[in-house]
């Protein structure tokens, strides 16, 4: 008896995770924009990475986005993210936020695209925090399927 519910307890454990897939991703990031006289600003986001995942995939990512400031110095983003791995399979993050300071911060992401090795992923629903340290980042998806 005890045997089985061990067998079942490891089962229930591995199939939890399963169903999870983290990415912990660092780079170096780069924004341009203008300001307006209210102190709000209207910028364009460019970075690029490094990744590696909790599926044990590692690969060089790229991210365009805009970035929205109001004069509160509050954040809205939408930025996608491209994902390549070691053997040229991807997928693409959609990031959004609503609020919040770029200096650091939680949000959200949705899978968006996939190639084949990944399509398991597709339309999967992400939370997402960042931070940075001057232009480089350090951040971590946590993406259920």
């Known amino acids: 008896m005890k045997k089985l519910i061990i067998i ?4 229930s454990c591995s199939y939890g995770y399963a169903e999870e897939f983290i990415i912990d991703s660092s780079g170096t990031s780069e924004t341009s924009g203008i300001t307006f006289n209210d102190n709000s600003r ?3 986001f460019k970075s690029s990475g490094y990744w590696k ?8 990512s790229k991210c365009f986005g805009t970035l929205k400031n109001s004069k509160d110095k509050d954040v809205k983003f ?13 997928f693409i993050l959609k990031f959004f936020r609503n609020t919040g300071y770029q200096d650091s911060g939680i949000g959200k992401a949705t899978i968006v695209e ?3 090795k990944y ?11 960042i931070t940075y340290i001057e232009k480089d980042f350090f951040a971590i998806q946590k993406c259920k399927f």
């Open 8 to 11: 079942i307890l490891i089962t």
């Open 42 to 44: 209207y910028r364009l």
């Open 53 to 60: 995942a909790s599926s044990g995939d590692y690969g060089l």
């Open 78 to 90: 939408e930025v996608y993210c491209k994902f390549t791995s070691q053997k040229k399979d991807h």
């Open 114 to 116: 996939t190639s084949k």
């Open 119 to 129: 399509e398991y992923l597709l339309n999967a629903k992400c939370n997402h925090a």
